[in-house]
Structures are given as C-alpha cells and as structure tokens.
C-alpha cells in the first residue's frame, strides 16, 4: 500500500490538529553550514542532489526550508535549523544522496516522518545539516498474518499500518506511541520509543533492518542478508554480533526498511485505571506495581500520569492556576478531583481469554486494595475522557489527543521531553520527584510528568512547557533542561532519550569510555562525518 504525498502536504499533513497549537516555533537565527563547508560546496551538492531526486524534492531556500525548521525544543541561538531537506523516493536514490554527501562533505540528518515532537522534529543536533526525510518512502512491504510480522519502509506511519490490517482483515494489533496518526513505526523505533499494548518496548518487537550505509552500500540485518531470507522477519539474531542496535539513537546508517512483530488480537480486553490522591502515593504504587510487571500479570506499559499531565491535555494553565509562580500539588489536586482524576492515575490493561482476565484481575485488584487504590474500570469511567484516551492507546489505537499539552502554556507551544531513568523501586520515585520541582521551581515552570513502567524499570517522563514564542523563556527553559540533566546526572539518574538541543550533554552522563567507543566506530564507518554528525553526542 502507498501513500501518495504532494511536495507542500510532506509536512502540511503531519500534524493534523496539532498545526495551530505550536508548530509555530520555528528557529530565529540564520542556520550556518556545516563546519569546514563553503558556499560552494553546498551550492554543488544540492544541484546534484536536484538531479538524483527532481528539483521538486530538494528544498535549500530560506521559505522553502522553513518547514524542516519547526520545533518544539529551545534552540535560541538558531544553531539547530538544518540548512536543508531532500526527499527521496526509493533506495537507490538513498544511496545516491548518501555518496554526494560524501562527495561534497554535506552532512545528512535522516528522518522517517519527522514527528519527534518534544525532542527536535527534524530540526538537528549540530548545524549546517539537510534533512534526508524518508516520507514518501512508505510502502509497507509485507504483511505476514501466519508469523504475525510486517516489513515496512520508514514513511509509513503507524495510521497506515492500522488501516492496511483494517482493510485486509487481519486480526492484528499494532502498538503505537501517543502520537500515532502521525509518526512511524520505523522513526519511533530507531528513538528507541515506546507505547502502550504488551508489544510496547518497541525495540524489542524490532526484527531485521535493510540499513545504507555511509559509504552507500546496503546491509541487511539478522537473517536478512542469508540465501534464503525468509526467516528475517521470525529470527532477530542472525549469527555473530546483534547489529540492529547499533542503528538506533545512532548515526552509523540510514534505515530504509524494519521488520516488526505484531500483537494477535486478543480474545478479550480489559482496561484499568487506579486513582491515588496523594503525590507521595507514588512509591507504594511503584513497589505494588513492581511485581505485577516482572511476571508478566500486567503485560503492557503501565503508564502513572500525574494530574498536572492529565489536566493539560485538554485545559490551558490559566484555567487552573493564575500565578508566575509554579502550579500547586493542591490546585492540581483540586482541578483533577472535578474531572475524576486522582493526583497518581495508573493506567494498565488485562489481556487474553474470560478465565485469564478473570484470575488476573482478582490478584491485580487484592495488589492495589493492599494499597488503597481505587481500581476502576470502563464500567465505573464510561465517559470520561482521559480513561477513553489510554484505553484507546493501550489496544494500539490512534489518538492525537495528547499533544494538546504543548498548549499548556499558551499557543507559543514550547515542549522538551526530560526522561531520566530508575529502576522500578518505589525509593527512586520521591527523590526524583523532589530534584525536579526543585530545578524547575528555580527557573519557574511546572512539574508535569508520567512514569512510564517497563518490566524492571521506571522512565520518568517530564514535560518541560514554556511559551517558544517569548524569547525569554525560551532560554530560561534551554538552562532548566541543562540543570535538569546535570542534576539528574550527579545523582546517577541519566535520561533513555533526548532532543536535539542536549544530545551532546546527555551523553556526558554516560561516561568517557562509552563515548570513545562511539566515536572510533563512527570514524570507522563514516570516515567523512556525513550522517548526523551529533546525533546521541558522537560526532
Ligand atoms: C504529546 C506527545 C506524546 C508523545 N508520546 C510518545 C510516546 O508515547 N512514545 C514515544 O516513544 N514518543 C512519544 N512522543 C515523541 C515523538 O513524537 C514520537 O516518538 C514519534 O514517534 C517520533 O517521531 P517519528 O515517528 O516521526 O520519528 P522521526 O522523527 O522520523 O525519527 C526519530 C529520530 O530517529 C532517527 N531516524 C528516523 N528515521 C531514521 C532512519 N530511517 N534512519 C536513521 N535514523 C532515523 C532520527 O534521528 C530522528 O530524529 C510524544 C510526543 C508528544 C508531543
């Protein structure tokens, strides 16, 4: 199945909703080249890149490249604006760009639909970088209903996935994140992204890759590159080291086709939510919670959305607190209470046959009565609209719902991601939570956060909203997220992810050695710094 896209609608199409609440942000300054590029370089390699793909596909002017400049992240200076963006149609063309790259020394900057919201769009990590966006390279390739596995290029989003198996009648779920009209499976995955059915550690449910590489040769990987490949999709090992890992947060090659496994329909489906008042409620869920995940009695990514998340899905700050000064526990406390939302709301959901769920539910409920949670169902939250929303989310259905919090703060929509990691112990959850209303106190902004529950391990997901379009606050929320990582650093708590505007700082947390590492093998294979030089702080 193909999409078919017209140059303007690349983008235009993207967010549909979201268009009006903070896509605005569009860097300031003038981008510079690439460090080391003339005029004349770039003026070279995009007339060869116009005669690889049609003049209709590159965009290198300062209006045409302005919607490759849009972003959600601080970026004061200007200095993540790619300079501009290439659209290629198929493999051979990728390969094509990849070797002009090297030709001309122009950095690429991949992207599969570029929906990263939160962590930089496809705006880049180091300047002077053209954006390779893969959109219009979205055919799903195959669909096997017996294996229950597809193999897609990196333009189809997970909408099309969804209505491929619609159409086709496939009983298959897909497992999409929050944002999933929009995004991809293959973008969302090579971020190392998660969502919300059983199938959410998207890593994990990965299986074989089709990977250009810097010097435009093409590999694929696990049982791919075999005689007979038809395993590529079943098996994720292949033979000698596992390579897959190396394409995602990196900048060691260009994916232009992923395997992945897909969730059977289950006979049944049961939400939940738990509601606990109280902010320090937290440990206690996590410690309950803890035990349900490892053996696999809850099988999906639980979310824990705080009411301050919640409430900015659908409401502005000034509806519920109107004062500079940080929003309250208690004012949150109080707004939630009127919409049925505890402070602590525990999204998770039961899968398989009546006799599963029913034995399932009974230890499930006793966990968190020992608690004094109240656990709910569709039956007690028919109408309301924040369970309807997970529960859409946790049977991979699509909802753009959430991206209303960029508007938390005002139609500037301004929106960093922050997500240290812990392991799943309820002592991890008060000190993080106490860190972080402190730094972003200091810089006057609100603590509006989620705990994403792994199987082991906790993400803590905050929010850091500000108004882009006052440059003042712009660069006050650029330090908050600076002090956020370092703080968090010292403290051992380093983030899964991050934007483009602290990629470099994120990867101090992880050590000197692991970075030497990353950058003899970068050097290896990409002698030249053409592949999103900065991407994950290897340059
Ligand atoms: C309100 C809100 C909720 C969100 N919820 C979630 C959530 O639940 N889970 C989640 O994971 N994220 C979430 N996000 C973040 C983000 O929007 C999604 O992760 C989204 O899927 C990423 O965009 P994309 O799929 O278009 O990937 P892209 O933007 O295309 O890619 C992501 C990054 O991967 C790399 N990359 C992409 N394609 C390639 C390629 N072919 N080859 C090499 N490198 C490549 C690039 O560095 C790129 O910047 C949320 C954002 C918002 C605003």
Redesign the pocket.
């Known amino acids: 199945m193909t999409v078919t896209l017209d140059r303007r609608g690349l983008l235009g199409a993207g967010v549909a909703g979201a268009a009006s609440v903070g896509l605005s942000g569009v860097a300031g300054a003038k981008p510079v080249l690439a460090k080391g590029m003339r005029k004349a370089d770039f003026k070279g390699a995009i007339a060869a890149m116009r005669a690889v793909v049609g003049p209709e596909w590159v965009f290198a002017d300062e209006d045409a490249v302005r919607p490759w400049r849009k972003t ?1 992240v601080p970026d004061p200076s200007g200095r993540h604006a790619p300079v501009g963006a290439v659209c290629p149609g198929t493999v051979e063309e990728v390969q094509a760009l990849v070797k002009i790259a090297n030709q001309f020394r122009q950095p690429l ?14 705006s880049t990590a180091a300047p002077g970088q053209v954006v390779l966006d ?1 959109k219009r390279m979205n055919r799903i390739i195959s669909v096997d209903p017996e294996l229950c596995t597809a193999l897609v290029e ?1 333009g189809v989003t997970y909408r099309q996935l969804k209505d491929y198996l619609v159409e086709h009648n496939l009983p298959l779920w897909i497992d999409v ?3 999933g009209p ?3 499976p ?3 995955t ?2 190392r ?4 059915t059983p199938y959410g550690e998207h890593f994990m449910v990965q299986c074989g890759m089709e990977v250009v590489l810097p010097n435009g040769e093409i590999l694929r990987t696990g049982m791919g590159s075999t005689r007979n490949p038809s395993a590529w999709q079943a098996f994720k090992w292949g033979y000698g080291p596992y390579l897959d890992g190396l ?1 995602t947060q990196s900048n060691f ?4 086709k992923m395997g992945m496994w897909l969730m059977p329909a289950p006979p049944v489906y049961k939400p939940f939510v738990v509601r606990h008042k109280r902010v320090e409620d937290v440990a206690k869920i996590v410690e309950a919670m803890r035990p349900l995940r490892i053996s696999n009695i809850i099988p999906n990514v639980v979310l824990m959305m705080s009411a301050g998340y919640q409430l900015a899905m659908f409401q502005r700050r000034g509806e519920i607190w109107d004062h500079p000064e940080p929003v309250t526990d208690e004012a949150l406390m109080a707004a939630g209470a009127k919409v049925g939302l505890g402070y602590w709301n525990t999204y998770f959901a039961l899968y398989g046959t009546p006799e599963m769920i029913a034995a399932n539910e009974a230890i499930v409920r006793a966990a968190f009565a020992a608690i004094d949670g109240e656990v709910l169902t569709e039956a007690e939250m028919q109408g309301n609209p924040y369970f309807h929303h997970h529960a859409t989310l946790m049977q991979g259905g699509l909802s753009l719902e ?2 209303g ?2 508007r938390w703060k005002g139609a500037g929509g301004g ?1 960093a ?1 922050f997500a240290p990691v812990a392991p799943a112990k309820g002592n991890e959850t008060t000190g993080q939570i106490a860190l972080a209303k402190q730094i972003l106190g200091r810089h006057g902004f609100d603590y509006t956060s989620a705990f994403a529950i792994g199987s082991r391990e906790l993400h803590h997901i905050i929010a850091l909203l500000y108004d882009k379009s006052d440059p003042e606050e712009e660069k006050r929320a650029d330090a908050c997220y600076r002090e956020l990582v370092a703080g968090f650093g010292e403290r051992g708590w380093a983030s899964y992810r991050t934007g483009v505007h602290a990629m470099d700082l994120v990867a101090q947390q992880y050590g000197a050695v692991n970075r030497a590492f990353n950058a003899t093998l970068k050097h290896a294979i990409d002698p030249n710094h053409i592949l ?1 030089p900065g ?1 994950s702080g290897i340059a």
Do not use: H, Q
């Not at 900057?109 to 496809?122: D, E, I």
């Not at 992204?193 to 919300?196: K, L």
């Not at 090659?253 to 232009?256: A, D, K, P, Q, W």
């Open positions: 959600y900057w991949p992207v599969s639909t570029g929906k990263n919201m939160g962590y930089g769009m496809t893969l990196p994140p929050t944002v929009v995004a991809s293959v973008g969302n090579l971020d992204g998660v969502g919300y394409f090659g260009v994916v232009t959430e991206v919090i960029v929106l991601w999103a991407k």
